[in-house]
């Protein structure tokens, strides 16, 4: 079986983006219209094929930022798109850092 590839080599082979999407009251959905939300992205995710991978959202009061891995931004406006998903800023991730990265 083949090792995974570590993050720096994915982040080498398939850009990271972060996607804000504005949705006014987002943070009030319950639990069960959060999951039809996340259903309706894995269908959309899955007709795409495995080059467009979603990684995980973060929910606030009125906006959603996703965190995606595809070969450019046109698969995550593409996405969005497919899913009836506002976009209101895509970017790039260009780095990573955590509290490790204070360690000499």
């Not at 943070?27 to 990684?55: D, F, H, T, Y």
């Not at 009836?84 to 850092?97: H, Y």
């Amino acid at each position: 079986m083949k090792d995974q590839p570590s993050n720096q080599e994915r982040r080498t082979t398939m850009p990271k983006y972060v996607i804000e999407r504005e949705l006014p009251g987002v943070g009030k959905l319950s639990a069960e219209e959060l999951r039809g939300i996340s259903q309706k992205s894995c269908e959309v995710l899955q007709e795409m094929g495995p080059q467009i991978q979603w990684n995980e959202s973060f929910v606030t009061d009125d906006k959603v930022y996703c965190v995606y891995i595809a070969p450019n931004e046109e698969a995550v406006r593409e996405h969005a798109q497919k899913g009836e998903f506002p976009v209101n800023r895509i970017s790039e991730v260009k780095s990573v850092i955590d509290p490790t990265t204070a360690e000499t």
